[in-house]
């Protein structure tokens, strides 16, 4: 599968690459990204403003339909529209670092990818309401 790698800081530093296309853990869920949006965090990701792991898949905003699911997933099934969530590990209240410290496309690979494999707990399920890349520009249940 295609991703795109931050390699060093600046747009020189996004480079193409080529990953095995991931498998669902018992636990997992795999989704196709079907579309992606920038937003300010991501930019300074990539001009090296934003501290984060290198090399790193960027972006951290986006939709994908779940292609397959793990066998402890009841949550989820195959075919629907999901947005994963920017920071899993915050869930309400002001952010600090140890919500935020899993965050997608800085602290843990984002979605500028083909496919990602996901804990149920990532993603919020999407209505049709929006195309993709109207909702991949979202965080929150739509």
């Given at each position: 599968m295609r991703a795109t790698e931050l390699k060093a800081h600046g747009f020189d530093g996004?480079?193409?690459i080529d990953l095995p296309e991931p498998n669902a853990a018992a636990d997992e869920i795999v989704i196709?990204?079907?579309a992606a949006s920038v937003n300010f965090r991501d930019l300074a990701v990539v001009l090296?403003?934003?501290r984060c792991k290198l090399?790193?898949?960027p972006l951290s905003d986006g939709v994908g339909?779940?292609?397959?699911?793990g066998k402890e997933v009841r949550a989820f099934k195959p075919g629907q529209r999901v947005c994963p969530v920017f920071a899993p590990g915050w869930a309400?209240?002001?952010?600090?670092?140890t919500?935020?410290?899993?965050?997608?496309?800085?602290?843990?690979?984002?979605?500028?990818?083909d496919y990602m494999a996901l804990k149920p707990r990532m993603p919020c399920s999407?209505?049709?309401?929006?195309s993709d890349e109207e909702a991949a520009t979202l965080l929150a249940r739509l």
């Open positions: 996004l480079v193409q196709q990204i079907r090296g403003r934003h090399p790193v898949i339909t779940i292609v397959s699911v309400s209240g002001p952010p600090c670092e919500s935020t410290s899993r965050s997608l496309g800085g602290d843990t690979d984002g979605v500028l990818r999407c209505r049709i309401i929006l």
